[in-house]
């Protein structure tokens, strides 16, 4: 099929993957494995730890849960279709299924954007304000707060997703990417993308540097605040509450700005993939670490789950 496609005529999407890596394909469908596998579980055992202990039914471990099953939606919406690629070839995705995932994926990824400020806002009334704390931040409102940023989040692509549908696309449909990330879909098109791209590129800067800005004011806030503590002791304790959050926003920031600079250099399509595939994987892999190494509560609650699973096999 070449040239544009008719508009009655539905097109059919192949996935390149990583060109120069099409001799370790089963390695790759390992690896990947393995790290979603990790995910999983990770993620799995943190809301099953924040659901059956009691001393994690607060504020900030209801947003760490959202944020687990934020992390395994957001994982399940690519690397099951990468682990069917690597392992069988099955390189094609159909035109709405190209369009369904681009939609969940960026979605997602603004979601957690949006849940990172709503964590720091935590951290800054537990700290700044600890005395009217429970009366702040209260179930109706954390319910409300996570809502927002669930719905904001998911309603903001949308707009973008379906003008970039309508695009004309030529020739072979490669998408030089393992899954349908927006600039990838939008530089296998024949038409002009001058618009898309940019408008891309502007929609992904503010969604993440506002979000940053406000995670960044937060804790400038609690910075003040803590250095307002007498004692020693009191100051670390303090600061002991956000590390595990403030780990995780470096960490999501990072893989942001390796993608970002993977897009914009001029090195092999390989690395601009591995930049995007990172940013993907690398937060909802290391985020059930960082809060199970760093939160004494959140270890506890794990240890205890995982005594309960042994208990449970043995008997």
């Known amino acids: 099929m070449d040239g544009p496609y008719q508009r009655n005529v539905t097109p ?6 990583f060109p120069s890596l099409q001799n370790f394909q089963i390695l790759l469908f390992v690896i990947f494995l393995i790290f ?9 055992m943190i809301l099953c730890a924040v659901v059956m202990d009691r001393n994690l039914h607060k504020p900030m471990y209801f947003f760490l849960s959202n944020l687990s099953v934020l992390d395994i939606l957001c994982t399940t919406t690519t ?11 099955y390189r094609t995705i159909s035109f709405h299924g190209c369009f369904i995932q681009m939609y969940f994926f960026h979605g997602l990824a603004v979601t957690e954007s949006f849940l990172l400020v709503v964590m720091a806002y935590d ?24 809502a927002s940023a669930w719905i904001s989040a998911m309603i903001l ?8 549908s309508q695009l ?3 020739g072979s449909y490669e998408v030089l990417h393992c899954f349908c990330d927006h600039l990838s879909v939008v530089q296998a098109a024949c038409s002009d993308t001058t618009f898309q791209t940019i408008a891309g590129f502007c929609i992904a800067m503010v969604v993440s540097i506002v979000p940053l800005l406000l995670v960044c004011l937060s804790y400038l806030n ?3 605040a803590i250095l307002k503590i007498n004692s020693k002791e009191g100051r670390q304790k303090a600061f002991s509450t956000c590390t595990a959050h403030l780990i995780v926003v470096i960490t999501f920031y990072s893989s942001i700005a390796v993608s ?3 897009y914009r250099t001029d090195i092999a399509i390989d690395f601009h993939i591995m930049g995007s595939v990172i940013f993907a994987i690398l937060t909802p892999m290391v985020n059930p670490m960082i809060y199970t190494l760093r939160n004494k509560e959140a270890k506890e609650a794990i240890v205890k789950l995982v005594q309960m699973i042994k208990l449970q096999e043995k008997m």
């Open 157 to 164: 692509p949308m707009p973008f997703v379906i003008q970039t």
């Open 12 to 17: 059919v999407f192949l996935l390149v993957g």
């Open 222 to 224: 609690i910075i003040i």
């Open 36 to 44: 979603y596998l990790l995910i999983l579980t990770g993620n799995v």
């Open 260 to 262: 970002y600079i993977s």
């Open 168 to 170: 004309l696309f030529c």
């Open 79 to 89: 690397i099951p279709k990468m682990l069917a690629m690597f392992l069988m070839n």
């Open 123 to 146: 951290r800054y009334v537990a700290i700044c304000s600890p005395l009217h704390y429970s009366t702040k931040m209260t179930k109706g409102l954390n319910a409300k707060l996570a």
